[in-house]
């Protein structure tokens, strides 16, 4: 029997729980020192930059689970992704924070400081509905600063002993300028008039080119960030990870299905939980064996195409010539050179490769490699999608 009906250890899309957490320890001593520092009253700023899938989601939760068992601080982690105002921003901070405080007095507390802004609640924790009213919401994003200080002395402080407040995936503020210079005088003014009295520490997650535009809409912005690079995993973590992921329903790996699911990982999280649960899915013993990886392999490659390459394609193949040079390219393999290249394309293909190559770049399909003139897919479950899209394996539009 196929493993429909037991619960998956792996967690595509969401954030990965505690116990099965890997690697990310440069990263994360690199915020402790700054968190104990906080403990003691000094406000810290921290960007977590990275592209979709790399972990940075994870890694804030992590780092907030630390945060409020070793130093009780209060953490909060707010999604914003799709916000692009102040008053939007307001809104969703606000309305989550409500949402995610799981300690009764603490709510109460809370309720009351935002009475005027309270619209309805159903019950505790749940449903809050939150004013949308344009004037209240933009007084909030104004007064920034202080919102936060009085909530913290008002509603927080008696029980914590800080704020973490995690703003992830503020790709759709990155280019408003308000936003940008809400934070820089909110640090300021924390900083100045708030000195070791006022324990904040706040976390931004974002596209790396997001960051880019946010500082270059506000330069004095860039300067009160420590910036995080999240970069891909090692194969050792990858493979701890696969380790105890199967680990946890008994489960072990030969070492050629696991070499073969840690290279196809190459380092990414979000690949690594896709080809796990794939593999999961079509084990049905307590061993992994090569076939399972390789039939997992090629299901997770039609999962990773679909959710994060296919639109990319679309992209890319608004012409005919352009299809056919990504149909053709898988054939070399997950990198390829200008001159193998040469031979395997047409002519009026070949003519027009650069400016494919400038495309498929641009959508980060294709990246440069090492020496001059060669390039790699920019993973392997993007070569493996392109290859069964290229064998018409793949019914593609
Ligand atoms: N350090 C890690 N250990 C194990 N799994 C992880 C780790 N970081 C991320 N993941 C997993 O990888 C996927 C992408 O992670 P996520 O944190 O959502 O990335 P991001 O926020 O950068 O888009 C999720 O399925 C998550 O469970
Ligand atoms: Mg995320």
Redesign the pocket.
């Known amino acids: 029997m196929e493993n429909l009906y037991i619960e998956s250890p792996f967690?595509?899309?969401?954030?990965?729980s505690p116990d099965?957490?890997?690697?990310?320890d440069k990263e994360f001593e690199s915020i402790l020192r700054y968190l104990s520092q906080c403990a003691g009253g000094r406000n810290e700023n921290f960007f977590i930059r990275?592209p979709?899938?790399?972990?940075?989601?994870?890694?804030t939760d992590y780092v907030a689970k630390f945060a409020s068992r070793e130093f009780s601080f209060t953490c909060l982690h707010v999604y914003l992704s799709g916000v692009t105002t102040p008053e939007e921003m307001a809104y969703t901070i606000f309305k989550q924070m409500l949402e995610q405080i799981d300690d009764k007095n603490l709510f109460e507390r809370a309720k009351i400081f935002f009475s005027d802004y309270i619209s309805g609640i159903s019950a505790f924790g749940f449903g809050v509905q939150f004013t949308s009213n344009r004037k209240k919401l933009s007084f909030l994003w104004q007064n920034w600063a202080s919102v936060l200080h009085s909530f913290w002395e008002k509603v927080l402080k008696p029980d914590n002993k800080g704020l973490l407040l995690i703003l992830d995936d503020i790709n759709g503020l990155a280019r408003n300028a308000q936003f940008a210079s809400m934070l820089k005088s909110a640090n300021d003014t924390i900083a100045s008039r708030w000195w070791k009295e006022f324990p904040f520490f706040l976390i931004l997650?974002g596209f790396p080119e997001r960051w880019w535009e946010m500082v270059k809409t506000n330069e004095s912005v860039g300067r009160i960030f420590k910036v995080i690079n999240?970069k891909r995993?090692s194969n050792d973590e990858v493979s701890s990870?696969f380790k105890s992921a199967f680990k946890m329903h008994g489960i072990k790996a030969e070492k050629e299905p696991m070499e073969l699911m840690v290279n196809y990982s190459y380092g990414l999280?979000?690949s690594?939980?896709e080809i796990g649960d794939a593999v999961f899915l079509v084990n049905s013993d307590d061993i992994i064996s090569i076939d399972d990886a390789v039939k997992g392999l090629k299901n997770a490659a039609r999962n990773i195409g679909t959710r994060y390459i296919e639109h990319k394609i679309f992209r890319t193949l608004n012409s005919s010539r352009y299809r056919s040079i990504l149909e053709k390219l898988p054939q070399i393999g997950p990198s390829f050179s200008s001159s193998e290249v040469r031979e395997l394309l047409s002519k009026n293909e070949y003519k027009v490769f650069q400016n494919f190559l400038r495309r498929a770049r641009e959508l980060g399909i294709i990246l440069l490699g090492d020496k001059k003139g060669e390039y790699n897919f920019s993973d392997p479950m993007t070569w493996l999608y392109l290859r069964f899209f290229a064998e018409k394996k793949i019914k593609f539009n």
């Open positions: 967690s595509p899309g969401r954030p990965v099965l957490f890997v690697g990310r990275g979709r899938g790399i972990g940075k989601s994870s890694f997650s999240m995993l990870f999280p979000a690594m939980h």
